[in-house]
């Protein structure tokens, strides 16, 4: 994996194409593994206010794992890893760890279809341009494409507000990006908006918006950053606009590259990816901490 986004990118345009073939996704056991334990989180010790690898073993390895989300109930896990004893026959698959019975079991349900991220009340998952919804028996739906234009655009990651607004990037030939929101108006999602210079400088990815619009997360290599990737926060200002972003600290970021963040249905937890390879991209994890971090930045926003 040469670059992280070359690969994402390509791959998962080839298998969003299949992916509108498929008239129903398919969940089939990978993994024997199990955890017994009736608590959110997989049964994990939640981390302090220094990044932990989240579930070692379970979702955590020496390979490629990143984009973890929950649904509001906590009792379901969505992440993408990469499988493969070697580089010509890797693979990128889609899993879900789930609390059944007090047990938290793993399982594949697909190649990877992208990004995941589900809504604040838990009824869309979000796959970048594609979606599916929840259903009355609680599994989910086929696979869907967004109406245009957002369906036609290179999305990596969209995420939505409460109130049914969507922030995503648009990723770009010449490896930029920017990331536009889209409000729901009537009903409908109205043209995305490109937002300003002080969120977009050239490099802005994996947007994360939290569900009351009153901070937005994302990524990018910007000035005064720690090297690769760092990851930012930009508060929503008291007139509605974005305040300067702010470089979450040396404890989130390093020189290596970190980025997609996102925040536990019940703002507990931040959740983000870091590499812990070469540039290759060979091991990237998935890092938890206890989301206090976001608090005293914004105490220190309002100051």
């Given at each position: 994996m040469k670059n992280y986004h070359v690969v994402c990118v390509v791959f998962a345009i080839a298998l969003?194409?299949?992916?509108?073939?498929?008239?129903?996704?398919?969940?089939?056991?990978?993994d024997s593994t199990a955890i017994e334990s009736p608590s959110p989180y997989l049964?994990?010790?939640?981390?302090?206010l220094t990044p932990e690898?989240?579930?070692?073993?379970?979702?955590?390895?020496k390979d490629w794992e990143c984009a973890g989300v929950f649904t509001p109930d906590?009792?379901?896990?969505?992440?993408?890893?990469?499988?493969?004893?070697?580089?010509?026959?890797?693979?990128?698959?889609f899993v879900v760890v789930q609390n059944k019975n007090n047990q938290w079991h793993k399982s594949v349900i697909s190649?990877?279809?992208?990004?995941?991220?589900?809504?604040?009340?838990g009824k869309t998952l979000h796959l970048g341009k594609r979606y599916m919804k929840r259903t009355?028996?609680?599994?989910?739906s086929e696979l869907k494409k967004l109406a245009p234009p957002l369906g036609n655009m290179p999305i990596m990651r969209l995420t939505a507000s409460s109130k049914g607004t969507y922030f995503f990037d648009e990723f770009k030939k010449d490896f930029t990006g920017s990331i536009r929101y889209s409000r729901l108006v009537d009903g409908k999602h109205e043209e995305p908006k490109l937002l300003g210079k002080e969120i977009n400088s050239?490099?802005?990815?994996?947007?994360?918006?939290?569900?009351?619009e009153s901070y937005l997360i994302f990524d990018g290599k910007r000035e005064g950053g720690y090297g690769d990737s760092d990851i930012y926060i930009?508060?929503?200002?008291?007139?509605?606009?974005?305040?300067?972003?702010?470089?979450?600290?040396?404890?989130?970021?390093?020189?290596?590259w970190e980025a997609g963040a996102t925040v536990t249905p019940d703002g507990k937890y931040l959740f983000f990816n870091r590499n812990m390879g070469s540039k290759k991209y060979e091991n990237v994890d998935i890092f938890w901490v206890d989301a206090q971090i976001i608090e005293n930045l914004r105490s220190k926003n309002n100051e």
């Open positions: 969003f194409f299949n992916a509108c073939n498929t008239k129903k996704q398919s969940t089939k056991d990978s049964g994990q010790k939640p981390p302090g690898p989240f579930a070692p073993g379970m979702v955590t390895t906590l009792k379901e896990f969505y992440f993408l890893r990469e499988v493969g004893e070697d580089e010509k026959n890797k693979k990128m698959e190649p990877r279809v992208g990004t995941p991220s589900i809504s604040p009340d009355q028996a609680g599994d989910w050239g490099k802005s990815f994996h947007p994360f918006i939290a569900p009351d930009s508060f929503r200002q008291k007139d509605g606009s974005w305040g300067t972003p702010i470089n979450l600290g040396d404890k989130i970021n390093t020189p290596a």
